[in-house]
């Protein structure tokens, strides 16, 4: 950002966003009516920014704006206006590559750090359906659409080298994004930090021993250095349930100001652990016991979709698409070479299965023993019975990262989660 344009950045209260909306046309003739009628309500519950949904008598908006701090902590942890231009840059690209699957962008000033989206109503966040316990019956082809394209669409099987490091770079300066990913979910976990919390007393030994396992630090250490080090694509960022919206028939990918160049392997870890944890958190949401027997057998259901279909496609676009410098066609001529290709395809898929279930174990710890927390356990009131839910999610997650050569398929992920499912940690017992 210009000096220029950190001169003109201001937080929009309601008052001054109505005057900034009323100025542009293409808004005014969305919301309809005369600005003097419109509803703002700011509704943002997320970590960081500001969101407001904006309604006039035709239509609504939804608004973000990036405040030059984060939002849970306040203004002793400043953050970068700038990731609001490589949120818009992300959703740009994404809407290309997987039309229908992320909000349309109506306007967007990077100076405001502010970008003006449709509003997606009657969506909502799909952390909040699970916990209410609804099934989403298109959910497993829409994410993988959403993850195969865009993540197969900006890597080397698809781009020319050149393109591919032009990407690179536009989104290299969202660093600061990035270091809040490398502390939180790789490191502050696994020792001592002001900002850690997790249910007291109970899991205090677990938090304890996470502080001294080396093999997790090993473990945990691998997946940072590949966080860091492996620009395979143009990665969501951040793609928890917290980050999708969905109806019934319609599932919409939101916020990826964390998007930059990094391995596949964490967006698709991202939406499994996410989905474990529902699981894993569900029995903490019973009325009366087994009343989310259904919805338990849907997610797990979900979550071996979510895998294989994506390999699926990403194998398909890979078979029908390779146009990019990686693996050139010319260096496996001939029906021997196509068959070996195909080989070293689904090697490729094995590598990266094994990728997807460390962050995905990573994704899980950091939510139970780090900073931020998912409303998943955390609306569970009853303490004690949260905790539970918590020690099998991080027994699961302890397995997955240490011993992830041992998860071959998504069916043994899934057989140990339904075991420790049925696991009672010692302080329940
Ligand atoms: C300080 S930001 C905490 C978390 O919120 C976002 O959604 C990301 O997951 C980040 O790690
Ligand atoms: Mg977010």
């Not at 005014?28 to 949904?53: H, K, Q, R, Y």
């Not at 959703?91 to 970008?115: I, S």
């Not at 996470?210 to 620009?231: G, N, Q, T, W, Y």
């Not at 066609?329 to 068959?339: C, D, I, K, M, P």
Request: net charge negative.
């Amino acid at each position: 950002m210009t000096l220029a344009q950190a001169e003109n950045y201001r937080i929009l209260r309601e008052a001054d966003l109505r005057d900034y909306l009323a100025g542009r046309p293409k808004l005014t003739a969305v919301l309809g009516g005369v600005p003097g009628d419109w509803s703002i309500t700011e509704v943002g519950d997320g970590n960081i920014n500001l969101v407001f949904i904006v309604k006039g008598a035709r239509g609504g908006v939804a608004v973000k704006q990036a405040l030059p701090y984060v939002r849970l902590v306040g203004e002793s942890w400043p953050l970068p206006l700038s990731r609001a231009h490589y949120e818009y840059l992300a959703l740009t690209r994404q809407a290309q590559l997987a039309p229908g699957l992320v909000p349309a962008v109506l306007h967007h000033n990077d100076a405001l750090a502010l970008t003006v989206m449709e509003l997606l109503e009657p969506h909502i966040i799909m952390r909040k359906g699970l916990i209410a316990g609804t099934q989403y019956s298109r959910f497993v082809d829409d994410i993988t659409t959403f993850m195969a394209q865009t993540l197969f669409f900006t890597s080397d099987l698809a781009l020319t080298a050149a393109e591919k490091k032009e990407g690179i770079a536009a989104f290299a300066g969202n660093h600061a994004l990035c270091k809040i990913t490398e502390d939180l979910i790789f490191t502050d976990p696994y020792r001592i930090a002001e900002q850690n919390r997790w249910t007291a007393p109970w899991l205090d030994a677990t938090a304890a021993s996470f502080r001294e396992d080396f093999d997790l630090h090993v473990a945990i250490s691998r997946l940072k250095l590949k966080f860091m080090a492996s620009p395979e694509a143009l990665i969501h960022g951040d793609l928890h349930t917290g980050s999708i919206m969905v109806t019934e028939s319609e599932t919409k990918v939101i916020d990826p100001e964390f998007a930059f160049y990094g391995p596949v392997g964490f967006d698709v870890g991202a939406v499994i652990a996410n989905l474990l944890m529902a699981y894993l958190a569900s029995s903490g949401h019973e009325r009366s016991p087994g009343d989310r027997a259904a919805f338990e057998a849907w997610v797990l259901e979900t979550i071996e979709g979510v895998w294989n279909e994506f390999a699926r496609k990403f194998l398909g676009l890979w078979r029908s698409d390779a146009k990019g410098d990686g693996y050139p066609v010319s260096l496996f001529a001939g029906e021997a070479g196509a068959a070996r290709l195909d080989t070293e395809r689904q090697a490729h898929m094995a590598r990266l299965f094994q990728d997807t279930v460390g962050f995905a174990a990573a994704k899980t710890i950091r939510r139970i023993l780090g900073l931020a927390h998912n409303l998943d356990f955390e609306a569970i009131a009853d303490e004690k019975l949260r905790a539970i839910c918590e020690a099998r999610s991080l027994r699961l997650a302890r397995r997955m990262m240490v011993e992830a050569s041992s998860f071959a398929t998504i069916d043994a992920v899934i057989k140990a989660a339904r075991e420790v499912r049925g696991w009672q940690p010692d302080f329940a017992r």
